[in-house]
């Protein structure tokens, strides 16, 4: 089993940044895929950014150039920084952690971008 614990989120202008914590515990494999996902109300749960164990990355097109994510493998954390953030980012971000055809979901955190 892997725990995930997201933090970060909260209320920001459009314009303004966040920078959203994974910290997964538990029975981590050296090889994994660490990403996050959002759902805004009343739309399906899309992904905004994935990160390999080897670093490679992949974004959705909308927050290209605005968000980048990151990890620290020591640390089992994967990170997300948002900048430049838009009303449209207005979304419950989740993360999640993919090992060995297992897929794990942390519990969300809100993030709020105000006009």
């Known amino acids: 089993q892997v725990q995930l614990v997201e933090s970060g989120g909260g209320l920001v202008q459009a314009g303004g940044s966040l920078r959203l914590s994974c910290a997964a515990s538990g029975n981590i494999f050296s090889t994994n895929v660490m990403a996050w996902y959002r759902q805004a109300p009343g739309k399906q749960r899309e992904m905004v950014a994935t990160?390999?164990?080897?670093?490679?990355?992949d974004y959705l097109d909308s927050v290209k150039d605005r968000f980048t994510i990151s990890r620290d493998n020591a640390k089992s954390t994967a990170y997300l920084q948002m900048n430049n953030l838009k009303p449209d980012d207005t979304a419950v971000y989740y993360c999640?952690?993919?090992?060995?055809?297992?897929?794990?979901w942390g519990q969300g955190t809100q993030v709020t971008v105000s006009s």
């Open positions: 990160i390999t164990s080897g670093g490679s990355t």
């Open positions: 999640q952690h993919r090992q060995r055809l297992r897929v794990y």
